[in-house]
């Protein structure tokens, strides 16, 4: 399974699991040497909750060396489509 394939995967369950809105993009430090996946959810009670926290470890753990970052981040339009023109996005998008 690809990397994108593994995030989509971890954003369609996130939204099925806790009915939150919530969306990925690649990050890197300045220099681009260590990488990373931001996964956003829109919920800060959900994000500061023991039982998200402890489902998120159980991803981390099925990740094999891909980088994690589980964030609380309100989603603004401009952001999405900026992070969505730059090819930077990965959302659950179901009409």
Known sequence: MSE??????LVKAIEK?????CW???N?????????WDICIDDWELYA??????WI???RDKANGIGLLFCYCNPSEE?????????????????
């Open 57 to 59: 470890k159980e991803w």
């Open 24 to 26: 990925a993009s690649r």
């Open 4 to 9: 994108e394939s593994f995030i989509f995967k």
């Open 79 to 95: 952001k999405l489509l900026k992070l969505s023109e730059e090819g930077n996005l990965i959302m659950n998008i179901e009409e």
């Open 28 to 36: 890197s430090n300045s220099s681009g040497s260590n990488k990373w």
């Open 17 to 21: 699991r806790w009915g939150c809105i």
């Open 49 to 54: 909750s023991e039982e998200y926290k402890k």
